[in-house]
Structures are given as structure tokens and as C-alpha cells.
């Protein structure tokens, strides 16, 4: 998670040392691509739903 809060919302301070810490707990390069890919995949469905105005429904 903390990779996550990291890469939403200072994707620039993601280090060499933040990605050896995620291959530490177990993920491989791939699990990190996938991790990565989800990540950014949510940011750009909120950021487009948020300039277009759409709104949950209730």
C-alpha cells in the first residue's frame, strides 16, 4: 500500500529502493508492472471522471 500512496501522489519520489523493497516482500518484476499498471490505471479513470464532472449515483 505504501507503494501505492506513493506512486498517487508523489510518482517522482518512487526509488530504486521503493521497488527492491517490493521485490523484499515477494513480487516479481512482473507483480510490480501489474501493481504499477493498476495504480495508474485508477488515477486516469478518477482524473477523467473528475473532469468530465460525473458524479456517483446514489
Known sequence: M?????L???PR???REGIDALR???LDDRGIH???AIVAY????NRIA?????????
Open 42 to 45: 485508477f488515477a486516469f479513470v
Open 2 to 6: 505504501a507503494y501505492a500512496d506513493r
Open 24 to 26: 523484499a516482500a515477494g
Open 8 to 10: 498517487t501522489l508523489a
Open 50 to 58: 473528475d473532469g468530465l464532472g460525473v458524479e456517483l449515483e446514489p
Open 13 to 15: 519520489s518512487v526509488t
Open 34 to 36: 501489474d501493481a504499477c
